[in-house]
């Protein structure tokens, strides 16, 4: 019985390089002098600092182009509140989702079922939902039918066996 498993996965290298090619920008650009801007990655979460609001935006914007330029959807980005730090400076923390939380998962299957295919299941396992069906061409359906869907969260598929 062919299956693949439903992920939600971020590639942590592919951060780090855009974590730091953002920083390196920022440390040259025109814009960013004396502005005290940072951008720091620590685990699972990216914290940038800046002096103001307006440089704090183009700090998130210089980063979001990185980001999409490596290829890490920003569908996995979870931003914080912008924060009042000392002397007028803002500081803002961005989370970074992986894995597929329990409430996602019931909606996957939510939707899977929905989609009326005869012989095609799917169930969670632990972050992940693993989609099994008798034939081949149902699976495929499926998997174009929850690309064309948007779940707020990068899906991507794997483990695809006959």
């Known amino acids: 019985m062919p299956t693949f498993d439903v992920v939600s996965e971020v590639d942590m290298q592919e951060v780090r390089n855009a974590v730091d090619q953002a920083a390196r920008e920022v440390t040259t650009r025109f814009d960013f002098k004396d502005t005290d801007s940072t951008i720091e990655l620590s685990g699972d979460e990216i914290r940038l ?78 972050d992940q939902v693993r989609v099994s069906g008798k034939k081949r061409d149902d699976l495929q359906t499926v998997i174009a039918a929850l690309k064309a869907e948007d779940f707020g969260i990068p899906l991507q598929f794997n483990n695809f066996r006959d």
Do not use: P, W, Y
Request: aromatic share 2%; net charge positive; charged share 30%.
């Open 49 to 126: 600092h800046s002096s103001t609001e307006d440089r704090l935006r183009a700090l998130v914007q210089v980063l979001e182009e990185k980001l999409v330029k490596r290829q890490v959807s920003l569908k996995s980005l979870d931003r914080g509140k912008v924060e009042e730090g000392s002397r007028g400076a803002v500081r803002q923390t961005i989370k970074l989702q992986a894995g597929i939380s329990s409430d996602n998962a019931k909606r996957l299957n939510k939707f899977i079922k929905d989609q009326g295919l005869k012989g095609v299941q799917s169930q969670t396992q632990g």
